[in-house]
């Protein structure tokens, strides 16, 4: 039975410490394989005041600058004042340059796809989720689209001098009224925007800047707008001045729910940034979502939640399930069966099918750091491969045949 409920979920911006954490660790990843496509490389970051910290291991045919990477990224985030800034700050790092294996190396770049495919095994175990549903055009939940719109728009307004006194910290909130299931109404919409100085503006324009350049443009783009009951708080606590590291610390991988669904459904509670396409935590859960958009893509079902399983020294998934939670056109099992007949769930086909290792060279300012900001999944502004849906007209054509 479908119910009645309301739903939030938050963003938060660019400059957000968890997030500024999130994209040091990405631009690490992007540069080692700029350089080296085949380095592994996993890099950690925390920050508080004016410090921040970073843990690498890696092995790489590569001469990184780490530090230098960190400080480029603090600056471009917009982090400039006294408070915290890409100069000042003081990084302290522990790094493990691990031994490269020569042999294997050489018969990786030697390998065909369809043998690199067979050979690599998972070196780490995990359990990903991948989701997709009809409430948006991107296939994603309405609250984590809504307010990662949002988000998006608070940081271009800062950008573009419509808002100049916002400093680069934000969070927003969206809550969903949902009746019988589907999304009805906006419920709720929370903005909590910091400031560079007390003297900026105060609370009665900061609300008006924010509703005209922030959530009246995206409710206007997203076709939903708030009605007369909608309730919208912008900073209910107060004044928030200068925001990120100075007020609240950051740590990489702490914002899973909002890199992914928003809580709407199940996650891994492992972090994406910060890792080599080998970790099969990171890209499974890119597959996860790929498999359930090309599902609610096919018309196989209006949601789907697809949860893959994998252990050390396997190559592929010890099990998938599928979820529909009712939605389905055919049974849950069925689908099932034609992911696994149209996808390979391998982590080196995985890794093939998507060119994992060669879009950081491809991509102008890196590939993995501009995921690490607004979302991994569902993403409009970037042709992620994971987003495409090119298997599911056959997946529709097998549903037509069957009936």
């Excluded at 271009?156 to 680069?168: E, F, M, V």
């Excluded at 007390?198 to 409710?219: F, H, K, S, T, W």
């Excluded at 935590?281 to 893509?297: E, I, L, S």
Aim: with cysteine.
């Amino acid at each position: 039975m479908k119910k009645d409920f309301v739903f939030t979920s938050e963003s938060v911006t660019e400059g957000h410490p968890d997030k500024l954490c999130d994209q040091i660790s990405d631009a690490v990843v992007d540069e080692f394989l700029q350089q080296d496509p085949y380095a592994r490389i996993i890099a950690e970051c925390a920050v508080s005041k004016g410090v921040l910290f970073i843990a690498a291991r890696f092995a790489a045919n590569a001469a990184v600058n780490i530090p230098e990477i960190a400080r480029r990224v603090i600056h471009d985030v917009g982090y400039q004042d006294k408070r915290f800034n890409a100069r000042d700050c003081t990084i302290m790092t522990s790094f493990s340059e691990q031994p490269l294996n020569d042999k294997d190396r050489v018969n990786e770049y030697a390998l065909s796809h369809a043998e690199l495919e067979r050979r690599l095994v998972c070196q780490n175990q995990v359990t990903v989720f991948g989701y997709a549903c009809d409430q948006t055009p991107a296939l994603m939940p309405l609250p984590i689209a809504l307010a990662q719109r949002l988000s998006r728009r608070m940081a271009a307004a800062r950008l573009a001098g419509d808002i100049p006194y916002l400093s680069p910290d934000g969070k927003t909130q969206v809550g969903i009224e949902y009746r019988a299931g589907n999304a009805h109404r906006i419920h709720s919409i929370t903005l909590i925007a910091s400031q560079q100085a007390r003297e900026c503006a105060d609370l009665v324009n900061l609300r008006r800047d924010l509703i005209r350049y922030v959530i009246e443009p995206v409710l206007a783009e997203a076709g939903m707008p708030a009605d007369e009951n909608t309730a919208m708080f912008i900073n209910p606590d107060g004044p928030l001045i200068g925001g990120g590291p100075s007020l609240h610390s950051g740590l990489t991988g702490r914002k899973n729910a909002i890199d992914t669904y928003g809580e709407y459904v199940r996650h891994s509670g492992a972090a994406l940034s910060g890792k080599d396409p080998m970790r099969i935590d990171r890209v499974g859960a890119y597959a996860a979502r790929h498999a359930a958009k090309n599902v609610v893509a096919a018309g196989l079902a209006s949601q789907c939640e697809i949860q893959l399983s994998y252990s050390i020294g396997q190559a592929g998934p010890v099990s998938m399930v599928v979820e529909t939670f009712g939605s389905g056109n055919v049974d849950d099992r069925e689908i099932a069966e034609r992911l696994r007949a149209a996808l390979d769930f391998r982590l080196g086909a995985i890794m093939a099918r998507f060119n994992l290792r060669g879009l950081p060279g491809m991509a102008e300012g890196g590939f993995y750091r501009k995921l690490a900001a607004y979302g991994h999944v569902g993403r409009a502004d970037m042709d992620l491969p994971w987003e495409r849906t090119e298997v599911a007209a056959a997946m529709r054509l097998q549903f037509d045949s069957a009936d």
